[in-house]
């Protein structure tokens, strides 16, 4: 998006001149290449930035007031309230994940001497699972910590989004989108163990071969859906584990240590789920060696394996998911597919031969329109930095 549309768009927005200082920044959203409900399982992800994502242009005030508006919900309007009143507020819709981070900055580093004015703009599809709330969340971060001159570590940052989406907006998710958004590195996943929060960047070598995102176009929305069910699943089944074995969480145990142990879950639903998070966290460490060693063909087997899991043991896919990545699998040139995200609608990826991208889009998009009534919408992602000034 071209930076001097997007401030020319702030101007008319909020009656502001031309010659007024203003600041413009970039927030990605992101993809996760497999490590699928490890986060919060306290195992490993392996996720990327993408060159789309949430732009903002902002503008200090000289009171308390912050005003803000997004072009992806011109209906809305513009929503304001003041620095000393952050309340979540159902009618204030998505500014509740600016006004959270305004929220906790202010609890740990003190109060904000003025408010602000603010444009957003995204090319997030919405609701599709591409993190478009933590790119909201980082974006405000980054921009509070420049503009302001605040010096907040990125990590710190990184774990405030994850406090507004848990606390504030009430998702108990874990903190894979913020860090990944966050954190993101040009043509490289990250290999982030959710618990101590080290991580090392992976190359992406994909040289010949493009990630294609494939949004259903089904709507998901985290609050709503079964994603905090999935979770005490995984503690419940925890639990019962760690009645004989010492451990802290699931990612803490290998396969085999798994298959002699789950006996201990004497429920088979819990005992899929636990299934599903132990496997995946082995797969993402598998995954990461593929990557390593150049080995496309065996990180495609993998995302394929993590698709499988999440349909059988998981079960978070759901006809529309499972529909693009069989028609994904059946295609000549995919690597290996997925869904992606937190499930239940959202997105799939797929690792696709270059040269077979154009008829993959086709024959995907019309078996997936036949099938399931309406058509899926495809973008073919590049892996960018995370959130920054432009």
Known sequence: ???????????????????QAVHTFFSPGRINLIGEHTDYNGGYVLPCAITYGTYGVVKRREDRRVRVYSKNFANIGMIEFSLDLLEFAAEDNWANYPKGMIRYIQERYGSLPVGFDMYVSGNLPNGAGLSSSA???????????????????????????????????GVNSGIMDQFAVGMGKVNCGMFLDCQTLEYEYAPLDIGGHKIIIINSNKRRELADSKYNERRSECEHALRLLQRKLDIQSLGD???EEFEANQFLIDDDVLKRRAKHAVYENNRTKKALKSLKEGDLSTFGHLMNES???????????????????ESAWAQPGTVGARMTGGGFGGCAIALVDANEVD??????GEGYKQ???????????????????I
């Open 307 to 325: 698709h499988l899991s999440m349909r059988k043991d998981y079960e978070i896919t759901g006809i529309e998911l499972d529909t693009l990545v």
């Open 135 to 169: 790119s909201l969340e980082m974006l405000m971060g980054v921009i509070l910590n420049e503009v302001y001159a605040l010096g907040i570590d990125r990590i710190e940052l990184v774990k405030l989004g994850q406090k507004v989406e848990n606390d504030f907006i």
């Open 359 to 364: 008829s993959f889009i086709t024959e995907v």
């Open 253 to 255: 145990l290998t396969e």
């Open 1 to 19: 998006m071209d930076k001097n549309t997007l401030i020319s768009e702030f101007q008319q927005v909020f009656s502001i001149e031309a010659s």
């Open 371 to 389: 099938k399931i009534g309406y058509e899926a919408d495809f973008y073919v992602a590049s892996i960018g930095d995370g959130t920054k000034r």
